[in-house]
């Protein structure tokens, strides 16, 4: 099975793919942007995807959003991972010997306080948490940590000084399970699904939002999610994604056909099981 990540080996993107596809034998397709791993999908359409797509500090990844609609590919499940930092360096660097500390700027700002008790160490960011430890093992980087999962550190063979050191230890981030439309149900099962993930546009008219909540709501399905995002190129008009939760298939789908007829455009983006 071939999975497409943003990241490296021991990136919280390897750990959340792992940790979904429990079981299975994985092959990572390593990519260095979001846009890569919708390109990866899309020269091999056995390639599955595994996206960031919101996290309980840093908020959504709007970018993402845009990237998951224009790619054409479907969601085929969700997986919550918890973010733990630990701080790592070469087997003969201690605490003594380090003045620099590398990672990506939001596993950075995470560790604020952390850091902020190390002040003999100079921040520098990196492109991506295992990239920084990977970076300092394969170049020999003395002197230099890097902050990222703690299973990078057997990966790439480093010490491990202090793991859960992020500032706040109720920090999770959402990820998506992604897939070709065609062979989706290969994964899924869409009579037991319970959430499914839509977008769409509505006229610019009063009460246009109030009327489609107001469905979702006589049809007792639950919004986990509301996120608007500017049209391009449309002034002050907007795209709503919206993440609801089911627990009757077909009155979800009524709900659906029921809402449709108010929307300029609406799309369905993944029918799946909740976390």
């Not at 959340?16 to 397709?29: C, D, R």
């Not at 390593?30 to 960031?52: I, K, N, P, W, Y």
Request: with cysteine; net charge negative.
């Amino acid at each position: 099975m071939k999975v497409a990540i943003q990241g490296i080996r021991g990136s919280f993107h390897d750990i959340a793919a792992h940790q979904y596809f429990e079981g299975e034998n994985i092959e990572l397709v390593e990519c260095q942007t979001f846009e890569d791993v919708f390109r990866a999908m899309h020269e091999d359409s056995s390639t599955l995807g595994l996206m960031a797509i919101e996290n309980t500090i840093a908020g959504s990844l709007l970018h993402n959003y845009e990237l998951l609609r224009n790619s054409g590919v479907t969601i085929i499940g969700e997986h919550k991972l918890h973010i733990a930092h630990s701080i790592m360096c070469q087997p003969e660097d201690d605490w003594d010997t380090l003045s620099e500390v590398n990672s990506h700027p939001v596993a950075l700002m995470q560790c604020r306080q952390f850091l902020s008790r190390h002040p003999q160490l100079k921040v520098v960011e990196a492109e991506d948490t295992a990239g920084a430890a990977a970076t300092i093992a394969q170049r020999g980087m003395r002197g230099h940590a890097a902050i990222c999962h703690v299973g990078a550190a057997e990966i790439y063979g480093l010490k491990v000084l202090e793991e859960n050191i992020e500032d706040n230890k109720h920090n999770f981030t959402r990820f998506l399970a992604m897939s070709d439309p065609w062979g989706a149900d290969q994964y899924r099962d869409t009579r037991h699904t319970t959430k499914s993930s839509i977008v769409f546009a509505l006229p610019h008219e009063e009460g246009s939002l109030s009327q489609v909540l107001s469905i979702f709501s006589f049809y007792k399905i639950n919004l986990t999610k509301i996120q608007s995002l500017p049209i391009i190129g449309r002034e002050w008009q907007y795209l709503f994604y919206v993440d609801v939760s089911y627990n009757d298939y077909v009155r979800y789908r009524q709900s659906i056909d029921a809402v449709r007829p108010l929307c300029k455009e609406l799309k369905i983006l993944g029918e799946y099981e909740a976390c």
